[in-house]
Nanobody, 122 residues
C-alpha cells in the first residue's frame, strides 16, 4: 500500500488547513486510516484515525473538536480538515494505514506516507 499526502503548508494561528491522503495498491475498504505527526525535537504522536469497518473516528485530546477525519471509500482517500490552528500543531503530518484492525495510538501501523509539513504562524 502506498500513501501520498498533500495539502500541507503554512497556516495562521486560528486559521485552517486541510490535509489529504491518497491510498493505492491495496483494498481501501479493509484499511483503517489515520494521521500521526512529529514536531522537531518531539516524539511522534497520534492525531486521528477512522476504522475500516464501522467508520468509527477517534482523536488525540489535543485536536478533539478542531480536527475532523473523513474517509471516502469511493476515492480511496482520507482527509483531515484542521481548524482553529494552534502553534503546537506545527509538525510533519504522516498518513498511516492498518489492515483489518484499528489504528493503535502507539504507532504500530502497517504503512506510512512520506509526510507533509504543516507550519503555523502566530
Amino acid at each position: 500500500v502506498q500513501l501520498v499526502e498533500s495539502g500541507g503548508g503554512l497556516g495562521r494561528a486560528g486559521g485552517s488547513l486541510r490535509l489529504s491522503c491518497a491510498a493505492s495498491g491495496g483494498s481501501f475498504s479493509t484499511l483503517s486510516m489515520g494521521w500521526f505527526r512529529q514536531a522537531p525535537g518531539k516524539e511522534r504522536e497520534f492525531v486521528a484515525a477512522v476504522t475500516w469497518n464501522s467508520g468509527a473516528k477517534y482523536y488525540a485530546d489535543s485536536v478533539q473538536g478542531r480536527f475532523t477525519i473523513t474517509r471516502d471509500n469511493a476515492k480511496d482517500t482520507v482527509a483531515l480538515p484542521m481548524t482553529n490552528l494552534e502553534a503546537g500543531d506545527g509538525a510533519v503530518y504522516y498518513c498511516v494505514a492498518v489492515v483489518g484492525r484499528a489504528i493503535p495510538r502507539d504507532g504500530d501501523v502497517d504503512y506510512w506516507g512520506q509526510g507533509t509539513q504543516v507550519t503555523v504562524s502566530s
